[in-house]
């Protein structure tokens, strides 16, 4: 059924390389209308779950790596699938900084480059920010295997077993085990589901617990020794300058190394000091150090002397870089874009950019596929920068940034919403780009509403979950839209936004019928649809009729489908709201249908084509005409049923639609072989098997299969 205010690729493989039950009926009456786990790992309380974002191929390690030779062959020797005596397990502990996500990665480029594994996978699970939930990585490691978005089941235990099937099956056709990485994990509830299975492929985890209730062999990261340490910052300042002939002053470099603590982290700002002044002498910034170290030595536990070299680097950067990390520090999310870091700081992409440049080169910021990030105590530093009671210009550039997420956010659900006809905002070129950015800045944008929340910026907290619901219902991130959407209705009953309450309502509702959590469905629907109606929101109220209805159809409830399609159809009519009364017509239309009423089937689908052809929505007019041409099949018309069958399905195999295509190819091998005719009907299911097997749908599949052995016994 379809649902209004929602309006629909493929990833590629990896490379080598508060709610209340519902009623029983709804009250319409004076309606008005585990194999192998390798982790290498300062307890965090968290404030909310992050979204996932993974990649195929893995992130290049910084070069000079070093100081980490035994661990490094250790480690491989865990990952190589070939070692006898079955799985190795291991979890390496560490503290945040220690160098663990740079010896994942040096290892996994070693065992790729000696082909191990035939692909890899990367994904920061975020565990000491915002941590990503299992249920979420596997959504976003299954669309980097090339899985539809709206294919992925949302049962837990279906979600990982797809994930191992199809990591199997991408084993199978590149030629060898998959090597998957999760990066910054904080418990073993985040990682456990994404064990890939038996078949060589290893799931490598950096954490800084020590995962006991993993299987595990653990590999413990210390320190570095002060000649790994020296080590380090030479070959740090060798990769900028060959030449530099500081690398020859021992004992400054071993102070330098000292004040570090041997935390890798600390030894690459404090060499990224020295990179940045060529004319500093390197006993000059063993001095700063010291005497910073000193000063904030009751601060720092067992931070290895982070909290001074931060301090000294962050005291010799340029004032417009320091008030840049000071402000990136305010930023919600793990990383930023040049031209929000612009936004954020009040200034022209143009003279944002060299100041990101700068604290790159000063190792406070990493940069990555042109976005900006910073090691999580570097952003844990950053946020402190701008002090208890920071000056003014600091929350005003926050709120800034608030409202740039926000109106980018309503340009880009406008382009997702839009017909060709429309006019849209020029923010973006077109729905493709729109699509792009919003996936680019998903796990920000989740973040931004919960920042939103705390700081107290209404706006934000209640525009941006109800607007990007159109997007997260597309990407099926369920579980992120119900706890933004929470987060908006409290804000909006707080403030007496009413209309932003009914909204919030609305998009609860479409969710959990996205969950087939049909009752929560029909309570926040009836929700919605109330709010709408006292306050005089007509077309709202007519959505919510619509979505109501569709969640009644749902749960096999029809007459009462059809009373809240019919109410929200009229609705829509007598307030010239054409769009969404040819989504009433159409889901009317499918209702009938089921009741077996096809007279009326035909006709309601047919005025939903029309008014969809009208504003040229030709993608749904020719699901409606489908729609027409099943209810004249069940009126045994079958030469005009399969007339229309056979349009249908030649336009969606045009647009590349596979599963609109296996679904048209289904109903007219129906009307074939019903009408005699089963060796017409016999090559057009086996097509429909196979797309809808190819797009994981296994109900509609199963339906497809069994009417193929239907046709072949009848044949």
Same mark, same amino acid.
């Given at each position: 059924?379809?649902?209004?205010?929602?309006?629909?690729?493929?990833?590629?493989?990896?490379?080598?390389?508060?709610?209340?039950?519902?009623?029983?009926?709804?009250?319409? @009456?004076?309606?008005?209308?585990?194999?192998?786990?390798?982790?290498?790992?300062?307890?965090?309380?968290?404030?909310?779950?992050?979204?996932?974002?993974?990649?195929?191929?893995?992130?290049?390690?910084?070069?000079?790596?070093?100081?980490?030779?035994?661990?490094?062959?250790?480690?491989?020797?865990?990952?190589?699938?070939?070692?006898?005596?079955?799985?190795?397990?291991?979890?390496?502990?560490?503290?945040?900084?220690?160098?663990?996500?740079?010896?994942?990665?040096?290892?996994?480029?070693?065992?790729?480059?000696?082909?191990?594994?035939?692909?890899?996978?990367?994904?920061?699970?975020?565990?000491?920010?915002?941590?990503?939930?299992?249920?979420?990585?596997?959504?976003? =490691?299954?669309?980097?295997?090339?899985?539809?978005?709206?294919?992925?089941?949302?049962?837990?235990?279906?979600?990982?077993?797809?994930?191992?099937?199809?990591?199997?099956?991408?084993?199978?056709?590149?030629?060898?085990?998959?090597?998957?990485? &999760?990066?910054?994990?904080?418990?073993?509830? !985040?990682?456990?589901?994404?064990?890939?299975?038996?078949?060589?492929?290893?799931? =490598?985890?950096?954490?800084?617990?020590?995962?006991?209730?993993?299987?595990?062999?653990?590999?413990?990261?210390?320190?570095?020794?002060?000649?790994?340490?020296?080590?380090?910052?030479?070959?740090?300042?060798?990769?900028?300058?060959?030449?530099?002939?500081?690398?020859?002053?021992?004992?400054?470099?071993?102070?330098?190394?000292?004040?570090?603590?041997?935390?890798?982290?600390?030894?690459?700002?404090?060499?990224?000091?020295?990179?940045?002044?060529?004319?500093?002498?390197?006993?000059?910034?063993?001095?700063?150090?010291?005497?910073?170290?000193?000063?904030?030595?009751?601060?720092?536990? !067992?931070?290895?002397?982070?909290?001074?070299?931060?301090?000294?680097?962050?005291?010799?950067?340029?004032?417009?870089?320091?008030?840049?990390?000071?402000?990136?520090?305010?930023?919600?999310?793990?990383?930023?874009?040049?031209?929000?870091?612009?936004?954020?700081?009040?200034?022209?992409?143009?003279?944002?950019?060299?100041?990101?440049?700068?604290?790159?080169?000063? %190792?406070?910021?990493?940069?990555?596929?042109?976005?900006?990030?910073?090691?999580?105590?570097?952003?844990?530093?950053?946020?402190?920068?701008?002090?208890?009671?920071?000056?003014?210009?600091?929350?005003?550039?926050?709120?800034?940034?608030?409202?740039?997420?926000?109106? !980018?956010?309503?340009?880009?659900?406008?382009?997702?919403?839009?017909?060709?006809?429309?006019?849209?905002?020029?923010?973006?070129?077109?729905?493709?780009?729109?699509?792009?950015?919003?996936?680019?800045?998903?796990?920000?944008?989740?973040?931004?509403?919960?920042?939103?929340?705390?700081?107290?910026?209404?706006?934000?907290?209640?525009?941006?979950?109800?607007?990007?619901?159109?997007?997260?219902?597309?990407?099926?991130?369920?579980?992120?839209?119900?706890?933004?959407?929470?987060?908006?209705?409290?804000?909006?009953?707080?403030?007496?936004?009413?209309?932003?309450?009914?909204?919030?309502?609305?998009?609860?509702?479409?969710?959990?019928?996205?969950?087939?959590?049909?009752?929560?469905?029909?309570?926040?629907?009836?929700?919605?649809?109330?709010?709408?109606? @006292?306050?005089?929101?007509?077309?709202?109220?007519?959505?919510?009729?619509?979505?109501?209805?569709?969640?009644?159809?749902?749960?096999?409830?029809?007459?009462?489908?059809?009373?809240?399609?019919?109410?929200?159809?009229?609705?829509? !009519?007598?307030?010239?709201? %054409?769009?969404?009364?040819?989504?009433?017509?159409?889901?009317?239309?499918?209702?009938?249908?089921?009741?077996?009423?096809?007279?009326? &089937?035909?006709?309601?689908?047919?005025?939903?084509?029309?008014?969809?052809?009208?504003?040229?929505?030709?993608?749904?007019?020719?699901?409606?005409?489908?729609?027409?041409?099943?209810?004249?099949?069940?009126?045994?018309?079958?030469?005009?049923?399969?007339?229309?069958?056979?349009?249908?399905?030649?336009?969606?195999?045009?647009?590349?639609?596979?599963?609109?295509?296996?679904?048209?190819?289904?109903?007219?091998?129906?009307?074939?072989?019903?009408?005699?005719?089963?060796?017409?009907?016999?090559?057009?299911?086996?097509?429909?098997?196979?797309?809808?097997?190819?797009?994981?749908?296994?109900?509609?599949?199963?339906?497809?299969?069994?009417?193929?052995?239907?046709? @072949?016994?009848?044949?």
């Amino acid at each position: 059924m379809s649902r209004n205010n929602k309006p629909r690729k493929n990833k590629r493989k990896a490379q080598r390389r508060t709610t209340h039950r519902g009623r029983d009926h709804v009250d319409q @009456r004076g309606a008005q209308a585990r194999r192998d786990v390798i982790g290498v790992v300062n307890n965090y309380v968290t404030v909310h779950e992050g979204a996932a974002r993974s990649q195929a191929g893995l992130p290049g390690p910084q070069a000079g790596f070093t100081g980490r030779e035994t661990d490094l062959e250790r480690l491989l020797e865990s990952l190589d699938p070939a070692m006898p005596g079955g799985a190795a397990v291991v979890v390496s502990t560490g503290m945040g900084g220690i160098g663990k996500t740079q010896l994942a990665l040096t290892a996994g480029h070693r065992a790729l480059e000696r082909e191990w594994f035939s692909g890899a996978l990367f994904i920061d699970m975020h565990g000491y920010t915002t941590p990503v939930t299992a249920h979420r990585a596997l959504q976003s =490691l299954l669309r980097e295997l090339g899985v539809e978005t709206d294919r992925i089941p949302e049962e837990a235990d279906a979600r990982a077993a797809l994930y191992r099937a199809t990591v199997q099956a991408a084993s199978t056709e590149e030629g060898g085990p998959l090597l998957v990485v &999760a990066d910054n994990v904080s418990t073993p509830g !985040q990682v456990l589901p994404l064990d890939p299975g038996p078949g060589g492929h290893r799931l =490598l985890v950096t954490s800084r617990e020590r995962m006991g209730e993993l299987p595990a062999r653990h590999l413990s990261l210390g320190v570095l020794s002060q000649e790994e340490s020296v080590r380090l910052l030479t070959a740090d300042l060798h990769v900028s300058d060959p030449d530099d002939d500081r690398v020859r002053g021992l004992e400054a470099l071993t102070r330098v190394a000292d004040s570090c603590g041997g935390v890798p982290l600390a030894l690459r700002i404090a060499a990224g000091q020295l990179k940045n002044a060529p004319d500093m002498d390197v006993g000059e910034l063993a001095d700063t150090l010291a005497h910073t170290a000193d000063r904030l030595a009751p601060f720092s536990d !067992q931070l290895g002397g982070l909290e001074a070299v931060f301090a000294a680097s962050f005291a010799r950067l340029p004032a417009e870089q320091a008030e840049m990390l000071t402000l990136l520090g305010l930023a919600p999310g793990p990383d930023i874009s040049t031209s929000a870091a612009a936004v954020l700081a009040g200034v022209e992409p143009g003279q944002a950019l060299p100041r990101l440049r700068g604290l790159t080169a000063s %190792h406070f910021v990493a940069v990555s596929d042109k976005r900006w990030a910073m090691h999580d105590l570097v952003a844990a530093y950053a946020a402190t920068l701008s002090g208890p009671r920071p000056a003014a210009r600091f929350p005003r550039a926050q709120r800034r940034l608030l409202d740039h997420y926000t109106d !980018q956010v309503i340009a880009a659900t406008e382009h997702l919403r839009a017909l060709p006809t429309d006019r849209v905002p020029e923010a973006f070129t077109g729905r493709a780009e729109a699509l792009a950015w919003l996936d680019a800045e998903r796990t920000v944008l989740i973040d931004t509403v919960h920042l939103a929340h705390r700081v107290g910026h209404d706006r934000a907290t209640v525009s941006l979950p109800i607007n990007l619901g159109t997007y997260l219902d597309q990407r099926r991130l369920f579980h992120d839209q119900i706890a933004i959407t929470r987060l908006a209705l409290q804000a909006a009953q707080r403030i007496g936004d009413h209309r932003g309450e009914a909204m919030a309502w609305n998009n609860l509702g479409s969710t959990l019928f996205g969950m087939r959590r049909f009752e929560e469905s029909v309570d926040a629907h009836t929700r919605a649809r109330d709010l709408f109606q @006292r306050f005089g929101d007509h077309r709202g109220e007519a959505m919510a009729w619509n979505n109501l209805g569709s969640t009644l159809f749902g749960m096999r409830r029809f007459e009462e489908s059809v009373d809240a399609h019919t109410r929200a159809r009229d609705l829509f !009519q007598r307030f010239g709201d %054409h769009r969404g009364e040819a989504t009433a017509w159409n889901n009317l239309g499918g209702v009938l249908s089921v009741m077996r009423r096809f007279e009326e &089937a035909a006709a309601a689908r047919t005025r939903a084509r029309d008014l969809f052809r009208r504003f040229g929505d030709h993608h749904n007019a020719e699901k409606a005409y489908a729609g027409v041409g099943i209810a004249l099949g069940g009126l045994r018309r079958w030469d005009e049923a399969a007339a229309i069958l056979e349009r249908v399905v030649t336009f969606f195999s045009e647009q590349g639609d596979q599963h609109s295509e296996g679904m048209g190819r289904y109903e007219l091998g129906l009307v074939r072989c019903r009408s005699g005719h089963p060796d017409l009907a016999i090559p057009l299911l086996e097509k429909a098997v196979e797309l809808l097997r190819a797009t994981d749908d296994p109900h509609r599949h199963d339906r497809a299969r069994d009417a193929l052995n239907e046709a @072949r016994a009848a044949d």
